[in-house]
Nanobody, 119 residues
């Protein structure tokens, strides 16, 4: 079992920045961020594996940066140039497979943290 605890959500104006954190109870090969906006399906945002290989959705590429501190089992998502359409609940996810996270079938997921971006 892996417990994931997110933090760092909040409200920000368009163009601003926020950083999300996710602490995992143990090391796991792949981690990532998903998000779900009101009335929409959950979608992948970014993933990273133990070798540092990253994948980003087109909607956040160039604005968001995923990183991981392996010594602390902590995942980060630096979100810059925020847009109102980034408003969503952001979930931390973990799995042995990066593709499973991307497909929405991660074995482990946190409770989520709300991000609200106003125009």
């Amino acid at each position: 079992q892996v417990q994931l605890v997110e933090s760092g959500g909040g409200s920000e104006q368009a163009g601003g920045s926020l950083r999300l954190s996710c602490v995992a109870s143990r090391d796991i090969f792949c981690m990532g961020w998903l998000r779900q906006a009101p009335g929409k399906e959950r979608e992948p945002v970014a993933t990273i594996n133990k070798h540092g290989s990253t994948i980003y959705s087109d909607s956040v590429k160039g604005r968001f940066t995923i990183s991981k501190d392996s010594a602390k089992n902590t995942l980060y998502l630096q979100m810059d140039s925020l847009k109102p359409e980034d408003t969503a609940i952001y979930y931390c996810a973990a799995d042995q497979s990066q593709s499973r996270i991307w497909a929405g079938y991660a074995n482990y997921r946190g409770q989520g943290t709300q991000v609200t971006v106003s125009s």
